[in-house]
C-alpha cells in the first residue's frame, strides 16, 4: 500500500458523458500527478501539480482538466467522453514534485468508456 | 526529442538471474527509475540512480552510464511472483517519462 488513495476503481459511462476522478496523496506530499495507461501503451505523463498549482504539463487533451485543492488532494474532469478514453488512470504523489522525488501511485481508476 | 527503448518481452526460468535493459534519450537528466507492474496494479518503485554505477537492493540490482544513456534491471534468484512488466523511466526535468515496459513471464 503506496498511502496514495484513488476513488472510485471502476468507472463505466457512455460517450459524450463527463467524469470525475479522485486522488489524495500520501501524506506529507505536496505534489500530485496524473497519467493515463491504455492497452499496450506506456503510462502517459498527463499534468502535475505542486501545493495547489499546475507544475508541469503532459499530454492532456484539452477535453480534460484538474485541479489541485487547499488539502492537496485533486481531481481530474474528463469531459465528452470518446471510446479511446478508456483507460487506467493513475494518481502519484511525491514529497517536492523535483525530477529526484520519487513518484508512489495510487491503485487507479479503469475507466470504461462504451 | 524524448525517446526510452527497453524489451518488449522476455522469459526466464524461476532460480535464473535476469538482465532487463533500457536505453535513453533526453534532453535532461535528473535520475532513471525502475518500477514494477503486475497486470492491472499500480506501478511500485524498485530503485533510484543518478550517479553512474551498481545500486544493490536485495535481489534487485540497477546500473546506469550516464555516458551510454544505457540502464539494467538485474533480477537474481527469480520468483515466479517476479512475472510483471518492468518499467524504465527517465526524469529529464520534475516530470517522469515511462518506456513502454518489458514484460517478464518466470516459468517454473
Known amino acids: 500500500d503506496s498511502g496514495v488513495t484513488q476513488t472510485p476503481k471502476h468507472l463505466i459511462t457512455a460517450t459524450g458523458q463527463r467524469v470525475t476522478l479522485r486522488c489524495s496523496p500520501r501524506s506529507g506530499d505536496l505534489s500530485v500527478y496524473w497519467y493515463q495507461q491504455s492497452l499496450d501503451q506506456g503510462l502517459q505523463f498527463l499534468i502535475q501539480y505542486y501545493n495547489g498549482e499546475e507544475r508541469a504539463k503532459g499530454n492532456i487533451l484539452e477535453r480534460f482538466s484538474a485541479q489541485q485543492f487547499p488539502d492537496l488532494h485533486s481531481e481530474l474532469n474528463l469531459s465528452s467522453l470518446e471510446l479511446g478514453d478508456s483507460a487506467l488512470y493513475f494518481c502519484?504523489?511525491?514529497?517536492?514534485?523535483?525530477?529526484?522525488?520519487?513518484?508512489?501511485f495510487g491503485p487507479g481508476t479503469r475507466l470504461t468508456v462504451l | 526529442g524524448q525517446n526510452i527503448d527497453q524489451p518488449t518481452e522476455m522469459t526466464a526460468t524461476e532460480g535464473a538471474i535476469v538482465q532487463i535493459n533500457c536505453t535513453y534519450q533526453t534532453s535532461g537528466f535528473n535520475g532513471l527509475f525502475w518500477y514494477q507492474q503486475h497486470a492491472g496494479e499500480a506501478p511500485t518503485f524498485l530503485s533510484y540512480n543518478v550517479l553512474d554505477g551498481l545500486e544493490e537492493k536485495g535481489r534487485f540490482s540497477s546500473f546506469l552510464s550516464r555516458s551510454k544513456g544505457y540502464s539494467y534491471l538485474l533480477l537474481k534468484e527469480l520468483q515466479m511472483k517476479d512475472s510483471a512488466s518492468y518499467l524504465c523511466?527517465?526524469?529529464?526535468?520534475?516530470?517522469?517519462?515511462f518506456g513502454t515496459g518489458t514484460r517478464l513471464q518466470v516459468f517454473p
Open positions: 523511466a527517465v526524469s529529464p526535468t520534475d516530470k517522469l517519462i
Open positions: 502519484a504523489s511525491s514529497v517536492e514534485g523535483y525530477g529526484t522525488d520519487t513518484q508512489y
